[in-house]
């Protein structure tokens, strides 16, 4: 526990910015899996549309500072890579 006026505003500082770090966190990794859901039912549309609302929250989260730039370029590199091979399986089969 914190004893100095300025540590324990340090600690108020790092709780409010962890829970709003955190909400950003989520709402980002609940799209994600929405997107993974319409990927494994196959629904090529639906799955586009998540992919966009996917991409926009991660870029969001990555300019609040809440993830490393590299990270979010991974995620959205592995959920288009996701994406283009629903596509062509899709496109294959029909």
Known sequence: MANHKSA??????NDKRRLRNRT???????????FREAETAGDVTAARAQLAIAVKLIDQTQSRGVIHR??????????????NKLEAGGAAAA
């Not at 324990?8 to 500082?13: A, D, F, G, I, T």
């Not at 950003?24 to 929405?34: A, Q, S």
């Not at 590299?70 to 994406?83: E, M, P, Y």
């Open 24 to 34: 950003h966190k989520v709402r980002m990794r609940t799209f994600i899996k929405k």
């Open 8 to 13: 324990l505003k340090r600690e108020r500082q």
């Open 70 to 83: 590299n990270a979010a370029s991974r995620l959205v590199g592995r959920l288009t890579k996701a994406f």
